[in-house]
């Protein structure tokens, strides 16, 4: 069998369980999937989701069903990064529950030391290659 590329999710048994709203995107570190989404948008009536607790089953469903979106992956923020204004960073620590694109869950999770070394002094002057893993001790 072959294992996900995609992370699993914190507690499969609270999978529908979350606030149908959250933010969306943003902060650039990631601690924890707590679902994966497909958003439908009928032509007629309200758009709804369906969660998975799994990235897999999330995109075939994406793929089926009339008017869906590509998969989103709620995740929790621990804490992050905040960019209110072009390479103005903050960081931030406190929870935060958002949609992230599930292309952005090839970033590593966040440690100890990823935000940190973001907002290093010394950091790289590509700074999103410590996110990415490439450079940093987050690799």
């Not at 758009?47 to 089926?64: P, R, V």
Request: net charge negative; proline share 8%; aromatic share 10%.
């Amino acid at each position: 069998m072959e294992l996900s590329v995609y992370p699993k999710v914190k507690d499969p048994s609270m999978v529908g369980e979350y606030p149908a709203l959250a933010k969306a995107g943003g902060g650039y570190v990631w601690d924890e999937v707590l679902e994966y989404r497909v958003w439908c948008h009928p032509e007629e009536g309200d758009d709804y989701y369906y969660a998975f607790e799994d990235c897999e089953t999330a995109l075939e469903c994406s793929l089926e069903e009339c008017g869906a979106e590509s998969p989103l992956a709620l995740v929790l923020q621990k804490e992050y990064i905040d960019e209110s204004e072009p390479g103005e960073y903050v960081h931030v620590k406190e929870e935060r529950i958002t949609e992230w694109p599930i292309e952005f869950l090839g970033r590593p999770r966040r440690n100890e030391r990823t935000i940190p070394n973001f907002m290093s002094p010394d950091a790289p002057s590509n700074k999103l290659d410590i996110l990415r893993g490439t450079v940093g001790k987050n690799a």
